[in-house]
């Protein structure tokens, strides 16, 4: 627990009927019942409530309330507040409380004075505290997609996360898509990003995909970077993104926050947390084609995604229904997977330790790649002797996934790759080789159960900064003008090697956060701390059990 530090205040208030002894420090206000309350009950324990200053979201002087006031004798008694400001004699501050699976709710007390004058110390000196806190945003910028998970984006932020805005102070820009690519393109192009401290987007895993594509493309031309040049260190987005999770999957929400639940999303902007995030940039030929936080995945999750954009009139149940056909369709393909290991790291993708709130690994790794950066700009050493070795794995795969964060989602709760780490310049690339349906179906649902779903002898994990994919018979240009032109022509194509029977496609396609990639032969690199998100990563239980709840003394 935080320690309190100097006082700035003490008083005796009220809240409800008892006597509290009150307490503001630059770090925490704490409200502790006193023994002597008329109300006390020699077998009730007394209780002590703290709150980090950083976690309370406001301060309101109360308009009409019944209040108590002290008698001469020192006992209180009810009166009726008279009219006018400067007779108000109650505050209510409003303040982040913690709930099961990770979910924050907005709480709130109310505290009596026995003078105006007093209230109004306290109301000033809490906003004092609030108003130094330089992190929290003060003007968003919200795009809401109408159109994603269940529709319900634009009633789920009417309704949850606006008042919560409102009451924080928070001013707002909202702007509702119109149609797919409009907040990505109003932020490459026209968004007015100084007047902003961050943007919100409200919808799923495609909504903040178009959000981070329009900043980071704009960061890159602002700041003179080319982003077509692979090779280019690319520029971090200084605006910070929050999301309002209203979309099918939800699955950074998920694994930044530890849930997909709105309210929770909002009270993390309001105070202002920062989590930082790698981006994997994807090119090919050294042409850019995306950006992916979360999955790129070739062969089993390409063709779930293929399949199910035919149904998106489904809703979220589209990506079950693919999922199975998938599942049966059991195809493979073939190819080389090229990639530098992350060398000189912490952490393994086998590790049993989670990425979590303040995480150390992402600290270490984060510290050594930028001094690294910093001695590579010295040095001019050669890229061989600052990357290391590549090494290539060529055969038959049922799926090849790079998962550059746990892709932790309510499908899978510990996602594709759990260790994987939000923000330590790596992605873990997870090879799934050809083999039997079942043992395809055991590694599946190992995603849904503790069991290791690395630990089986067709599937391996490294932790790569970049890799290389190259399909076996690597298309030609024409290929290519064909994917493009017809991108369901692909499962026309036949089978190289049994050119007769016509049974399986040759190429899948990489679903990239839940995009199709035109392109099969890419080259994707990591890009460490790239943007932030108003989050702080899934906190431990332990870390705030002593803060949230009443402590018993
Ligand atoms: N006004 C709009 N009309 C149609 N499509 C839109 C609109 N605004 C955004 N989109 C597109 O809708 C797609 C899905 O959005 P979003 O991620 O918010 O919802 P979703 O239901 O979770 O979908 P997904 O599972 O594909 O991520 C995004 O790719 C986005 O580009
Ligand atoms: C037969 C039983 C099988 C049980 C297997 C469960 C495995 C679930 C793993 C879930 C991994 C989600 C990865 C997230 C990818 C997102 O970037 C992307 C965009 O939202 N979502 C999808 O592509 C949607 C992908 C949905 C895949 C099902
Ligand atoms: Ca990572």
Redesign the pocket.
């Known amino acids: 627990m935080e320690r309190p530090g100097r006082l700035l205040l003490l008083s005796e208030l009220r809240v409800r009927n008892s006597a509290y002894d009150v307490s503001l420090s630059r770090s925490l206000l704490t409200w502790k019942r006193r023994i002597s309350s008329p109300v006390y009950h020699p077998f009730r324990p007394s209780v002590c409530h703290s709150v980090s200053v950083s976690e309370i979201i406001s301060v309101r002087e109360e308009e009409e309330e019944n209040i108590c006031k002290r008698r001469d004798d020192g006992s209180w008694k009810k009166i009726k507040e008279r009219e006018g400001k400067d007779c108000r004699q109650a505050f209510t501050v409003l303040y982040v409380e913690r709930c099961p699976q990770h979910r924050w709710r907005c709480a709130e007390v109310t505290f009596t004075c026995s003078e105006a004058a007093l209230c109004q110390r306290w109301v000033n000196s809490i906003r004092e505290q609030l108003s130094a806190i330089t992190s929290r945003p003060k003007q968003l910028l919200v795009y809401i997609?109408?159109?994603?998970?269940k529709r319900q984006?634009k009633r789920i932020y009417e309704q949850k996360v606006a008042p919560l805005f409102a009451q924080a102070g928070v001013s707002t820009h909202v702007i509702?898509?119109?149609?797919?690519?409009?907040?990505?393109d109003h932020l490459r192009t026209e968004a007015e990003l100084k007047k902003f401290d961050g943007v919100v987007?409200v919808?799923?895993?495609?909504?903040?995909?178009?959000i981070i594509h329009g900043l980071i493309w704009r960061t890159q031309i602002d700041g003179g970077v080319d982003p077509n040049c692979a090779d280019e260190a690319l520029l971090p987005c200084s605006l910070r993104i929050g999301i309002i999770p209203?979309?099918?999957?939800?699955c950074i929400c998920f694994a930044t926050v530890g849930t997909n639940d709105p309210v929770t999303s909002a009270l993390h902007i309001i105070v202002g947390d920062s989590q930082p995030m790698d981006v994997c940039s994807v090119h090919h030929n050294n042409i850019f084609l995306r950006y992916s936080v979360s999955l790129l995945g070739y062969g089993f999750y390409g063709d779930v995604l293929t399949d199910s954009e035919r149904k998106r009139w489904m809703?979220?149940a589209r990506?079950d229904l693919s999922g199975v056909k998938m599942f049966l369709t059991h195809h493979y393909y073939e190819g080389a997977v090229s990639y530098l290991p992350a060398r000189g790291i912490m952490g393994t993708p086998r590790d049993a330790a989670r990425c979590r709130s303040g995480c150390v690994v992402c600290q270490h790794n984060g510290k050594q790649l930028s001094e690294k950066a910093e001695r590579y700009e010295m040095d001019e050493a050669s890229e061989s002797e600052s990357e290391g070795e590549w090494r290539t794995i060529r055969g038959k795969f049922l799926a090849i996934n790079a998962a550059s964060m746990s892709c932790a989602c309510p499908r899978s709760p510990k996602g594709l790759s759990p260790a994987a780490h939000l923000s330590d310049g790596t992605t873990d690339l997870i090879l799934v080789r050809k083999c039997s349906r079942f043992d395809f179906l055991r590694h599946l649902l190992r995603h849904t159960s503790k069991d290791d779903q690395f630990d089986l002898n067709f599937v391996e994990v490294h932790r790569v900064r970049r890799f290389c994919f190259t399909p076996r018979h690597c298309q030609s240009d024409s290929d290519l003008d064909l994917r493009e032109n017809g991108k369901h022509q692909i499962f026309s194509q036949i089978c190289r090697d049994h050119p007769a029977c016509g049974c399986a496609p040759a190429y899948s396609s990489w679903n990239c956060d839940?995009?199709i990639l035109t392109h099969t032969a890419i080259d994707v690199r990591v890009q460490s701390n790239l943007i932030r998100l108003f989050a702080r990563g899934i906190e431990e239980p332990t870390v705030f059990e002593d803060l949230t709840s009443p402590c018993a003394i």
């Open positions: 997609n109408p159109y994603s998970g984006g509702a898509t119109e149609h797919a690519d409009y907040a990505r987007c919808g799923g895993d495609g909504m903040f995909s178009e209203a979309g099918s999957t939800d809703g979220p990506y839940g995009e």
